[in-house]
Every structure is written in C-alpha cells, then in structure tokens.
C-alpha cells in the first residue's frame, strides 16, 4: 500500500471509532441501550 492509502485507512478507521464512542456515550446518558429496553418518558414526568 501506499502512504496515502494508509494514512486515508488510519483516518477512516479514526473516524468511525470517534463515532461509535459518541453513540456510547449518548446511549448512557439517555439510557438508550440495545439490551436493556428501558421507557424513555419516565424522566420527564
């Protein structure tokens, strides 16, 4: 491979890990979890 092309998969690879990170910390903080189905309303109340 090529500088570029590592550089351009190190990127990628940078981003989507940032974003999957992000979507954790978001799933916490609104109890928004794939495993656990919890209602979202009973805060607000």
Do not use: C, P, T, W
């Amino acid at each position: 491979m090529q500088q570029n092309d590592v550089i351009a998969l190190i990127v990628i690879l940078l981003f989507v890990l940032l974003a999957a990170v992000g979507f954790v910390i978001y799933a916490m903080q609104n109890h928004v979890l794939f495993f656990s189905r919890k209602r979202v309303g009973d805060e607000e109340e």
